[in-house]
C-alpha cells in the first residue's frame, strides 16, 4: 500500500502537470494562430512592453502597425522584428511616427493608421506618460500633459478609428491599464487619475459598441519588471507601504503581459487583472472595507516621511 502510494502519487502529479502544460501549449498555438493576417496596431510599440507585444504580435503572423515617438528607435524595432522572423509566416511591419499627446493631429493620425493596410482589425492603446511626485509639487501643465497622454489622446485615437470598426461590424480595442486605473497610490495622483480615467472610458466604450461586433478588452498589471533594473533594497524596502504595493508584484516579466495581451485578444477576454495575491486583495478591500484601506495608505504614507526624516 505505502510502496503503492510512493508510486501513484508522483506519477498522478506528473500526468496532471502534462496535461496543463499540453493544455497552455494548445492554447498558445490557437491564440497565435487567431492572429494571423490581422491588422494590428500597438500605440508605443517601443516601450518595454510595447516592444514585446509587437515581437509576439509579428510572430504570430499579424499585419502590424508600430507607433512610437522616436523615429529611429521605430526603425530599431522594424530591423530587428525582420531580422529573425521566417518571412514566409510572417509580414514587414509599418512604421507611424505617433505622440499620443498630441490631440490636435490624432484625426490624422488615425486616417494615416488607417491607411496603412486599409482597415485595423485590433488597436492596442499601450501608450502612456508615467509621473511620480508629491501632488503639491507637480504643475497643473503637467497634469495637463499626463492627462492628455493617458486620456484624452488615447479616446481621441479610439474615437478615430471606432466609425470604421462599426462600420465593418468587427474589431477590438484593448487598453494596457495597470492597477492604478482601480486604486489611487499616493505620489502617482496625475498618472492614477488618468488611469482611472480611460478605465472608466472603456468600459462604458465596451457597453455601447457590443451591439456592432466590436469587443473591448483591458488588461492590467501591476508591476512589469524592466529588463535591466532590478529593484534596489533600500529602507523603504521594510516599510508596510512597499510591501504591500511593491515587494509581492516585483517580477511580471514584459513577454509574461504581451503572452496575456496576445491570449487576450485572440479569446476576446473583456478583462484581465495580472496581479499577485496582495496587490489583487489590495483593490478587494478597496471596494469591501475602504476604511482598512485607507488606513493601511495613509499609514504607509507617514512611514515613508518617517524614514526620510531618519535618513536625513
Ligand atoms: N512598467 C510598469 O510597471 C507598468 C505596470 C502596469 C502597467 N503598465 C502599463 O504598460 C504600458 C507600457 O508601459 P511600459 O512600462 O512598457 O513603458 P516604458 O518602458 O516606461 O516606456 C515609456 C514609453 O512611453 C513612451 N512615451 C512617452 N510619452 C509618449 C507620448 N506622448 N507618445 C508616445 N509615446 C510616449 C516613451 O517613448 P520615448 O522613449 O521615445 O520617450 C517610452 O517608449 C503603459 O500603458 C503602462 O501604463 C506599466
Same mark, same amino acid.
Given at each position: @500500500?505505502? !510502496?503503492? $502510494?510512493?508510486?501513484i502519487?508522483?506519477? %498522478?502529479?506528473?500526468?496532471?502537470?502534462?496535461?496543463?502544460y499540453?493544455?497552455r501549449?494548445?492554447?498558445?498555438l490557437?491564440?497565435?494562430?487567431? !492572429?494571423?493576417?490581422?491588422?494590428v496596431?500597438i $500605440?508605443?510599440a517601443?516601450?518595454?512592453? /510595447?516592444?514585446e507585444?509587437?515581437?509576439?504580435?509579428h510572430?504570430a503572423?499579424?499585419? !502590424?502597425?508600430?507607433?512610437?515617438?522616436?523615429?529611429?528607435?521605430?526603425?530599431? !524595432?522594424?530591423?530587428?522584428l525582420?531580422?529573425?522572423?521566417?518571412?514566409?509566416? $510572417?509580414?514587414?511591419?509599418? %512604421?507611424?511616427? %505617433?505622440?499620443?499627446?498630441?490631440?490636435?493631429?490624432?484625426?490624422?493620425?488615425?486616417?494615416?493608421? *488607417?491607411?496603412?493596410?486599409?482597415?485595423?482589425?485590433? +488597436?492596442?492603446?499601450?501608450?502612456?506618460?508615467?509621473?511620480?511626485?508629491p +501632488? *503639491?509639487?507637480?504643475?497643473l501643465?503637467?497634469d495637463?500633459?499626463?492627462?492628455?497622454?493617458?486620456?484624452?489622446g488615447?479616446?481621441?485615437?479610439?474615437?478615430?478609428i471606432l466609425?470604421?470598426?462599426?462600420?465593418? #461590424?468587427t /474589431? *477590438?480595442?484593448?487598453l494596457?491599464?495597470?492597477?492604478?486605473?482601480?486604486? /489611487?497610490? &499616493?505620489?502617482?495622483?496625475?498618472?492614477?487619475?488618468?488611469?482611472?480615467?480611460?478605465?472608466g472610458?472603456f468600459?462604458?466604450?465596451?457597453?455601447?459598441?457590443?451591439?456592432?461586433?466590436?469587443?473591448?478588452?483591458?488588461?492590467?498589471?501591476?508591476f512589469?519588471?524592466s529588463?535591466?533594473?532590478q529593484? *534596489? &533594497?533600500g529602507?523603504?524596502?521594510?516599510?508596510?507601504?512597499?510591501f =504591500?504595493? #511593491?515587494?509581492?508584484?516585483? /517580477?511580471?516579466?514584459? @513577454?509574461e503581459?504581451?503572452?496575456?495581451? +496576445?491570449? $487576450?485578444v485572440?479569446?476576446?477576454?473583456?478583462?484581465? =487583472?495580472?496581479?499577485?495575491?496582495?496587490? #489583487?486583495?489590495?483593490?478587494?478591500? #478597496?471596494t469591501? +472595507? &475602504?476604511?482598512?484601506?485607507?488606513?493601511?495608505?495613509?499609514t504607509g504614507v507617514?512611514?515613508?516621511? =518617517?524614514?526620510?526624516?531618519e535618513?536625513?
Amino acid at each position: @500500500m505505502g !510502496l503503492l $502510494t510512493f508510486l501513484i502519487v508522483p506519477l %498522478l502529479i506528473l500526468g496532471i502537470s502534462g496535461i496543463i502544460y499540453i493544455y497552455r501549449e494548445v492554447a498558445r498555438l490557437m491564440s497565435r494562430s487567431a !492572429l494571423k493576417n490581422k491588422v494590428v496596431v500597438i $500605440t508605443d510599440a517601443i516601450s518595454g512592453l /510595447g516592444k514585446e507585444c509587437s515581437r509576439v504580435f509579428h510572430a504570430a503572423g499579424a499585419r !502590424l502597425v508600430l507607433c512610437g515617438k522616436t523615429w529611429e528607435k521605430l526603425e530599431a !524595432l522594424h530591423d530587428a522584428l525582420i531580422s529573425v522572423a521566417d518571412p514566409s509566416v $510572417t509580414f514587414t511591419p509599418k %512604421l507611424v511616427l %505617433l505622440d499620443i499627446s498630441d490631440i490636435n493631429n490624432m484625426e490624422a493620425m488615425g486616417k494615416e493608421i *488607417q491607411d496603412c493596410y486599409g482597415c485595423v482589425d485590433v +488597436l492596442i492603446n499601450n501608450a502612456s506618460m508615467k509621473m511620480k511626485g508629491p +501632488l *503639491q509639487s507637480v504643475s497643473l501643465e503637467l497634469d495637463e500633459k499626463i492627462m492628455d497622454a493617458n486620456y484624452f489622446g488615447p479616446i481621441t485615437l479610439v474615437k478615430a478609428i471606432l466609425p470604421h470598426m462599426i462600420s465593418r #461590424r468587427t /474589431g *477590438q480595442i484593448v487598453l494596457v491599464n495597470t492597477i492604478q486605473g482601480k486604486i /489611487g497610490v &499616493p505620489f502617482r495622483a496625475a498618472y492614477a487619475a488618468s488611469k482611472h480615467a480611460i478605465q472608466g472610458f472603456f468600459d462604458c466604450l465596451r457597453a455601447e459598441v457590443e451591439e456592432f461586433d466590436v469587443s473591448v478588452s483591458t488588461v492590467s498589471p501591476t508591476f512589469i519588471r524592466s529588463y535591466h533594473i532590478q529593484p *534596489q &533594497p533600500g529602507n523603504w524596502e521594510a516599510s508596510i507601504w512597499k510591501f =504591500f504595493f #511593491r515587494k509581492l508584484s516585483y /517580477g511580471v516579466h514584459p @513577454m509574461e503581459v504581451a503572452e496575456e495581451v +496576445l491570449s $487576450t485578444v485572440s479569446r476576446k477576454k473583456q478583462e484581465v =487583472f495580472m496581479a499577485n495575491p496582495i496587490p #489583487r486583495a489590495a483593490v478587494y478591500i #478597496r471596494t469591501f +472595507l &475602504p476604511e482598512l484601506f485607507f488606513a493601511v495608505v495613509a499609514t504607509g504614507v507617514k512611514e515613508k516621511h =518617517f524614514l526620510e526624516e531618519e535618513e536625513k
